[in-house]
Structures are given as C-alpha cells and as structure tokens.
Nanobody
Framework: QVQLVESGGGLVHTGGSLRLSCVAS??????????MAWFRQAPGKEREFAAA????????YYAPSVQGRFTISRDDAKDTVYLQMNSLQPEDTAVYYC??????????????????WGQGTQVTVSS
C-alpha cells in the first residue's frame, strides 16, 4: 500500500514562509522513478497545480502564480519531496496536496496523471 503523508502546514502572516514535506512509503512505490508534485485547493475552488519535479529531479515546473516564490525539491534517499514557500500571500491559502505518478513530459500540470495522493495539509496566510 502506497502512502503519501504531508506535513508542515500552518498559519502564517503575509510575507511569511513555510516548508511543506511529503514522505512516501510502500514497497511498490519507487519514489526515484516518479514525478512528484504539489497541488492546492482553496475553499470553493478546483484543485490547481502548484509545482512539480520530474523523476530525475533535473526539471521543475511551477504555476505562474507561485513562480519565483515557491521551490520544489526532492530527496530520493529519504523518499521525500519538499515545497519551500516564501513571500506567502492570502491567496496562497489552501489545502496543499502531494501527488506522485509516472507522468509524461509536458503533463506535470495535469492532476489526472497522478496515481497517488496525500491527505493534504492546510496552509493559511493571514493578511
């Protein structure tokens, strides 16, 4: 059974920073072979792509809304993917989900291409 477990969410003021972590487990989950991503969902809105790292860790993708403020990274030795979030704004408030999958190049933005999802961690940015 594959599990993705997020942590690191919380409440911060505008301009603050948070670092999210997602640890993968499960004998059938070859972390180093999977594209890992972060999606987010704000109240009343659809889930949207935030950032992704390809399975090699050499290519990263960002939504325009987070480009330059968020950084995704991965540690294959720890089966962990991170999302460093700086200069947080109230519009970043959402539940953040970790996702993993064998995603084709160019489709990192598409949630339907990810097989595994975490339970989510809440990020709240106060103004």
């Amino acid at each position: 059974q594959v599990q993705l477990v997020e942590s690191g969410g919380g409440l911060v003021h505008t301009g603050g920073s948070l670092r999210l972590s997602c640890v993968a487990s499960g004998r059938t989950f070859s972390f180093s072979r999977y594209t890992m991503a972060w999606f987010r969902q704000a109240p009343g809105k659809e889930r949207e792509f935030a950032a992704a790292s390809d399975w090699r860790g050499t290519t990263t993708y960002y939504a325009p809304s987070v480009q330059g403020r968020f950084t995704i990274s991965r540690d294959d030795a720890k089966d962990t993917v991170y999302l460093q979030m700086n200069s947080l704004q109230p519009e970043d408030t959402a539940v953040y989900y970790c996702a993993g999958g064998r995603v084709l190049t160019g489709r990192a933005y598409n949630p339907d291409d990810y097989n595994y999802w975490g339970q989510g961690t809440q990020v709240t940015v106060s103004s």
